[in-house]
């Protein structure tokens, strides 16, 4: 079985710095301060070398392969790498079979660590349950996937999930400024000063992951020839070649998929125009499908604006005409005008919270017969069976008249209240 941190152990600086600057202790590790700071029940685990089984959850280049490196490096049981997406029910097997010989024979306990756990189908997961419920081995696991969304559940309730954040500003610097100064696996060989505007330019497009911000920086310093000086002057424009634009951590089967539509909905709700028009353009740049974005509005229109503005309703139906019609990215400038519209618009949840009420007195009261009233009369007979008495509303003034139109044991229930928002007013 590969190893997957041996490269690691090496110091060749024909490794991506990156790799050359991982963390080889907890002191060394920046950011995840909720985790790992002193006293900290992961920290305290890792140090005692008693670590249960764990999944690392967290976006790229936060540290999850990084902490399973230093628990590599610091624990006194046998430590194992797999990869969920090219390791077979095969190798897992065997993974288990040596496991259980090292507890057998020698006492020592195994560590597995899975990396994109999030890959594993249901097949691998069913060969290690057995393995991490006797104790033969720890599992690790890694993923940028919400292992909610994506782990079976007898896996999780065997583990316990710690979650990663996206590094900070003031962690990504430290990072670089690190590796610039670091000789034996950095970029000391090479000096290199930054300036103040490149550094925040590599640490804001970075956007939270300190790979891409490693892999940026040496890109820049490599490409960049010494000065008079001997030192290499990273500018503003060597640090924007570097790194291109920040990624967009999005998965359209994911969280990130679940999170950001949550964040674009309730934003509208909450009229923010401006924070829903970032939302939608996060979403639109990660390649998410329009159409679903436009069945969540016209479903908005109707739920959290309803007859306060009736208009939304349309504005939002000729958004999904206008996509149909159009096409991307044309169509992106109407979806666009939609969600300003909606979010401006007056908000009420009466037709919601009616249309809930009717349904639940449904399912949980008798359903009373039709008044005889309302009921049909266009067929011989009806008369005779009593069907008469209706009240024909054409037939008086303003064309309304009272009349009881609920069953006799729903008599007098409301479930549609005007809000007294927008249109609702006139209600």
């Known amino acids: 079985m590969n190893d997957l941190f041996s490269p690691l ?71 194992r790498t797999v990869s969920a997406v090219s390791s077979g029910v095969k190798e897992l097997r065997q993974v288990l079979e040596d496991a259980a010989d090292n507890l057998k024979y020698h006492g020592k306990k195994t560590i597995l660590f899975v990396d ?56 990504l610097r430290t990072i670089l400024e690190r590796a610039l100064a670091d000789r034996e696996r950095g970029l000391g060989g ?3 000063e930054l300036e103040a505007k490149a550094l925040e330019h590599l640490v804001h497009m970075a956007n939270g992951d300190a790979r891409s911000a490693l892999n940026a920086l040496e890109l820049a310093v490599l490409s960049t020839p010494p000065s008079d000086d001997g030192i290499r002057h990273i500018t503003l424009e060597a640090a924007q070649e570097s790194i291109q634009r920040p990624a967009v951590h999005y998965d359209q089967s994911g ?68 996509l149909e019609a159009v096409g991307m990215p044309e169509a992106r400038i109407v979806i666009a005008q939609c969600i300003v519209y909606l979010a401006l618009a007056p908000k009420s949840n009466s037709v919601y919270k009616a249309i809930e009420a ?19 009369t266009h067929y011989p007979g009806a008369k005779k069976l009593g069907h008469t008495g209706y009240l024909y509303p054409h037939d008086f003034a303003g064309h309304r008249v009272r009349q009881q139109y609920l069953p006799d044991n729903l008599k007098g229930r409301r479930y549609y209240r005007p809000s007294g928002q927008g249109f609702e007013k006139k209600g």
């Open 9 to 79: 152990l090496e110091n060749g600086g024909h490794r991506p710095l990156a790799d050359r600057m991982r963390p080889r202790t907890l002191d060394e590790f920046v950011g995840q301060e909720h985790l790992l700071a002193p006293g900290k029940l992961l920290r305290r685990a890792i140090e005692a070398d008693r670590l249960g089984s764990i999944i690392l959850y967290g976006p790229p280049g936060s540290g999850k392969t990084t902490l399973a490196y230093i628990i590599s490096r610091t624990t006194a049981a046998v430590f």
């Open 116 to 171: 994109e756990c999030h890959a594993f189908n249901k097949s691998q997961q069913d060969v290690l349950l057995p393995g991490i419920e006797k104790g033969i081995i720890t599992f690790i696991g890694g993923t940028t996937e919400n292992p909610y969304f994506e782990m079976r559940g007898a896996l999780l309730s065997r583990t316990r999930v710690f979650q990663l954040e996206a590094l900070s500003p003031a962690h």
């Open 190 to 192: 090479h000096p290199a």
């Open 255 to 322: 969280d990130q998929h679940y999170d950001v539509i949550s964040a674009f909905i309730k934003s509208i709700r909450g009229s923010d125009p401006d924070a829903a028009l970032h939302w939608y353009a996060r979403m639109t740049c990660a390649g998410e499908d329009q159409r679903f974005i436009v069945r969540r509005l016209i479903i908005l229109a109707s739920e959290d604006i309803g007859l306060a503005d009736p208009r939304a309703m349309l504005v939002a139906h000729a958004a999904w005409n206008a």
């Open 358 to 376: 009717a349904l639940d007195d449904v399912k949980k009261l008798p359903s009373g017969p039709v008044p005889k009233h309302l009921r049909d």
